[in-house]
């Protein structure tokens, strides 16, 4: 009896899993699609979400200082709830956009061959770095509020604008691949 | 190719330097630049218009420049500290001529500056500028509460 349900438990997670990956949409990794999705993410991140004048903005503390001189309480509670949401918005989107580059990164380093070994370790491990910081991070401002982690939100920026650096290097040349394909000149760069 | 592109880029350049000069230079808060440009887009097509600029120029390149000139105010208005951001919106409600109460209560329920923001602009840039808005809205009503107290006290 107990081996029966043994059974039939592994069958079941078995059959979940393989609904779980009929329903997954396919990514087309490797395609221009993939090309133009990771560009925009780096464009995104490079000149939306890292620039330090917005980084300096949403977390300055002198805004803190000038509500908690010149408003009452309750202006200063909408203050502190206020930027707490815009920080909490802007890691996630800093996260997502991360996650869209490792992807695509995921998909290039399984499509072609010339893509150099070393920089796309790094990549891998400051991608996986950046995402724990984001979840780190979320958890400290969700908790302590927006100007609780001020030195790991700037060693985050760093980090992830050194990621989108290396990131870039390896769009130009899989960008240079692409076009080299389109006008029908064969790259050699394409793994099999 | 080339050619037109970089000699409408000129154009465009010409406009923009034309606008500040007529036009901008006589509205020297970011707030009010913003406020004004924004005016100036058609909601339906999200085009931009202005006869002067558009007979001078084209109608295409009058666009653009109004455009690139709105997304100036807005980068302006977004670098602007809380400070500065209130201090800009006391000096827009005595320049408008309307009751201060008036002024926030208006624009606490109808966020106009929601239809302010340029096109393209990053969802977390606007969300902050929103948000800014909101806390600076609130300062002033506590100010104008703590200004009608004071008399009685």
Redesign the interface.
Known sequence: MIQLIFFLSIGGLLFASLFFLARRKPRPEGSSGALIEARQALM?LQ???LPA??VK??F?P??WE??RA???T??RE??ID??K??AL??VS?VRTQIHNLRRFHRGAARSYARLNPRSEMELAFSFAGLILACRMLQLVIYVGGPYAAPRLIGSMVDAASRACKISEQSLAFLNAAQLGVLNGRPTGSAAV | MYTATTTRRMDVDQAVDDLRHRTLSEIPRSLDRLIYLASMRDYNTGLYYHDGLASRFTQEVACQALADCHRDAFNQLVSCSLRELVAQMEEYISATHTSPRNFVTAWKKLEPYRVAVPVETDPVVAHFLFSSFKIALAVLEARLHSAQAEPVA
């Open positions: 995104a000149a939306g979400l004048q917005l903005r949403i300055a002198e805004d000038f509500v010149e408003a009452p309750a202006v909408l203050f206020e930027r949401r815009v918005l802007w989107q």
